[in-house]
């Protein structure tokens, strides 16, 4: 090292500024820590850049775009109206650009101290930081680490990664929507770039190895959605496995097979969207001892803290579940327990809210029923339709249902599965309750204001109780 090189020591060192490595630096900072964040790339992390936010943009975007195609003369409308997606990306791009400016202001406001850079663990007390070039920045001393490094994208034996087959990243920041897109993978990044690209007039084809899309959500839910995205057009392959995907100069060709027969498709792009794998090379974590699992995570207890006193864990890089909210509360966690010895645990992981932002949306948390009646045997289930909901009426969504598991023995809700318009925003009441053991019987006289879409739960309590009112 040079004379150059600053040498300085911390209580906290977060590596990783995604959503669980800044907001783990706030709480830290906030409890009275001096506080250091090192990031290579992306402050705010995939979410904010190339991720969540510009995502969502796009989204958006292509739910107004399906709303004036679909409604246009009830609303009013002149018909014939086409969507930019050139416009639709330069919005995503401002607000993603915007959002991470609001990362840098948080950690001035806060007092942390900001290191652009690559960090690599020297021991389980030091860790060093070197700019693109590789030249060393700084050695820091800490009593405390975070890792919050994230993930990267998994592939399949035989897809060949580069030109036209690409990552969600590649295509998120395509200034173009490809004529027509092959998505591999029917999980929520793949399902939301399907409607997407839809949306925008792409010709677009999902292959998925289970025999239904979203397979991790309640079976029923994953049916419905399948009928909403074939009416915008999707093609959906269940139970195909990919054989190949390349890049042959003119074209993408997926190459798959459905039982004993072999099919191929080409595409002007292929999405790869199987999964996420914990990014963990090139961090220095052999010079700490961290215990990593046999699934490439980093092992942790209940409070964060790796196998090492000292170091902690977070977000994507422990395989927990690699949502951005999760991250962010186990960053949370994390600082507390650090500063404050605290005890508290996140629990089940399957109690975490998921959302898809679908065309239409998708939002659960627990127990699908079927894994309901596995664990539970005695299950009260209950499902009203957006049908007969009026504020779904006024808004021109009617499709999907709203779906409560509770367990019949303490009569509290174990899971709830939803398909329809804007559900990702009902997910809280339903999570607290779930959390907090409120039963059905107190459930039902929560008073929901009308017209809601929320004011479906009340009828989905009531449902459980036995009486359902408006249906």
């Avoid at 991470?100 to 101290?113: A, E, F, P, Q, S």
């Avoid at 820091?140 to 994208?153: C, L, R």
């Avoid at 679908?358 to 596995?374: I, K, N």
């Amino acid at each position: 090292m040079t004379d150059q090189v600053e040498n300085i020591k911390f209580d906290v060192v977060v590596l990783g500024a995604g959503p669980g490595g800044y907001v783990a630096a706030i709480r830290a900072a906030q409890l009275g820590k001096s506080v250091a964040i090192i990031e290579r790339e992306y402050w705010g992390g995939v979410c904010l850049n190339v991720g969540c936010i510009p995502a969502k943009v796009l989204l958006r975007n292509a739910e107004v775009a399906q709303l004036v195609s679909r409604h246009a003369s009830a609303f009013g409308l002149v018909e014939g109206l086409t969507a930019d997606f050139a416009a639709a990306h330069k919005r995503s791009r401002e607000v993603s650009v915007g959002r991470t400016k609001g990362v840098h202001y948080l950690m001035k406001k806060n007092g942390i101290r900001e290191f652009q850079g690559t960090g690599a663990f020297e021991s389980s007390k030091t860790i060093s930081v070197t700019d693109a070039s590789g030249a060393a920045v700084a050695s820091i001393e800490f009593d405390n680490a975070i890792i919050a490094t994230g993930s990267v994208i998994r592939s399949l034996p035989g897809v060949e990664l580069g030109g036209r087959v690409t990552g969600y990243v590649e295509l998120i920041l395509a200034e173009e929507m490809p004529k027509s897109l092959v998505v591999i993978g029917a999980g929520p990044i793949g399902i939301e770039f399907a409607c997407v690209a839809a949306s925008f007039g792409s010709q677009v084809t999902v292959v998925e190895y289970q025999d239904r899309i979203l397979p991790m959500e309640d079976e029923e839910v994953s049916a419905d959605l399948a009928k909403s995205l074939k009416k915008l057009g999707i093609k959906l392959v269940t139970s195909a496995r990919v054989e190949s995907a390349a890049d042959d100069g003119s074209t993408a060709v997926v190459r798959y097979s459905l039982g004993d027969a072999s099919e191929s498709i080409e595409a002007e792009h292929v999405l790869v969207a199987v999964g996420f794998a914990p990014r963990l090379d090139g961090y220095g974590l052999e010079n700490t001892g961290v215990e990593v699992t046999d699934r490439g995570a980093i092992a942790i207890d209940e409070q964060m803290c790796t196998t090492v006193d000292g170091i902690y864990a977070i977000g994507d890089v422990t395989g927990k579940l690699a949502l951005a909210h999760v991250a962010e509360a186990q960053g949370v966690l994390a600082a507390e327990a650090i500063v404050e010895g605290s005890n508290r645990s996140l629990g089940d992981y399957r109690n975490m809210p998921r959302a898809v932002y679908s065309t239409p949306q998708v939002a659960s948390f627990g127990l699908t029923e079927a894994q309901a009646r596995v664990e539970l045997g005695d299950v009260i289930v209950s499902k009203f339709p957006f049908v007969a909901s009026g504020k779904a009426h006024a808004l021109g969504e009617t499709a999907g249902f709203i779906k409560l598991v509770a367990d019949a023995a303490n009569r509290t809700l174990v899971g709830g599965h939803m398909v329809g318009p804007d559900v990702s925003e009902l997910l809280p009441e339903l999570t607290l309750a779930a959390q907090q053991r409120v039963t059905i019987d107190d459930l039902i006289h929560n008073v929901h204001a009308h017209p809601t879409l929320n004011e479906s739960l009340q009828e989905a309590f009531h449902g459980l109780a036995g009486h359902m009112i408006n249906l």
